[in-house]
């Protein structure tokens, strides 16, 4: 069974930064993408970043464009999001999610999913 786990979250001042980190285990998968999610108290997680494992292609919610950076590395089944310029509203409990058969940002499109990591930017 394929897990994946995440890593590299922590309390970091607003306008820092972060490095998260996925690794899947359990195997071999032929992977289409991967992405982030997060989810904040009281709300529902919601869509962060994807990067399509082919060719590298990404896509971004618009709170995050210019400051967050997903890439992977395929030889260790690894992907990473770079945060900067980290905001209090980017608090969140952030998951890592890696899809089989599609390019997507639907969550419903993810067949693995960490357990999360936490993520707290003090203001």
């Known amino acids: 069974q394929v897990q994946l786990i995440e890593s590299g979250g922590g309390l970091v001042q607003a306008g820092g930064s972060l490095r998260l980190s996925c690794v899947a285990s359990g195997g071999t998968f032929s992977t289409i993408a991967m992405g982030w999610f997060r989810q904040a108290p009281g709300k529902e997680r919601e869509f962060v970043s994807v990067i399509r494992w082919s060719d590298g292609f990404t896509l971004y919610t618009n709170s995050v464009k210019g400051r967050f950076t997903i890439s992977r590395d395929s030889a260790k089944n690894r992907v990473y999001l770079q945060m900067n310029s980290l905001k209090s509203e980017d608090t969140a409990v952030y998951y890592c999610?890696?899809?089989?058969?599609?390019?997507?940002?639907?969550?419903?499109?993810?067949?693995?999913w960490g357990q999360g990591t936490q993520v707290t930017v003090s203001s």
């Open positions: 999610a890696a899809s089989r058969f599609r390019f997507s940002l639907t969550q419903d499109s993810y067949d693995y």
